[in-house]
């Protein structure tokens, strides 16, 4: 079955940089569309970065272009997201998650993704 392991969250300084990673098994991202996304506490989760399209279409939150960078290795089923100028309100809990490619294009709506991963923790304070 499809799953997602998250890693590289932890405890920055407002500037610092971070690259989270989520390793994935039982699906190809040949044939997945997969983002970010990421919940502050009390707030609704909230997509980050995604690649939308299988010709490689990529989507950020307004908040993070020009910060935060996804990409993916084919050949080990893993995505990642470079954060850079990392600021107090990029805090929160990041997931990984994933759908199957169809014709159309995904968006940043976590209701769209079919597989979750568990989360890793990202907390931006001084």
């Known amino acids: 079955q499809v799953q997602l392991v998250e890693s590289g969250g932890g405890l920055v300084q407002p500037g610092d940089s971070l690259t989270l990673r989520c390793e994935g098994s039982g699906f190809t991202l040949d044939y997945y569309a997969a983002g970010w996304f990421r919940q502050a506490t009390g707030k609704e989760r909230e997509g980050v970065a995604c690649?939308?399209?299988?010709?490689?279409?990529?989507v950020y939150a307004g908040s993070v272009k020009g910060r935060f960078t996804i990409s993916k290795d084919h050949a080990k089923t893993t995505v990642y997201l470079q954060m850079n100028n990392l600021r107090p309100d990029d805090t929160g809990v990041y997931y990984c998650?994933?759908?199957?490619?169809?014709?159309?294009?995904?968006?940043?709506?976590?209701?769209?993704?079919?597989?979750w991963g568990q989360g890793t923790q990202v907390t931006v304070s001084s």
């Open positions: 690649f939308s399209k299988r010709d490689g279409t990529i």
């Open positions: 998650a994933a759908a199957p490619f169809y014709s159309g294009a995904y968006t940043l709506g976590p209701e769209e993704y079919d597989y």
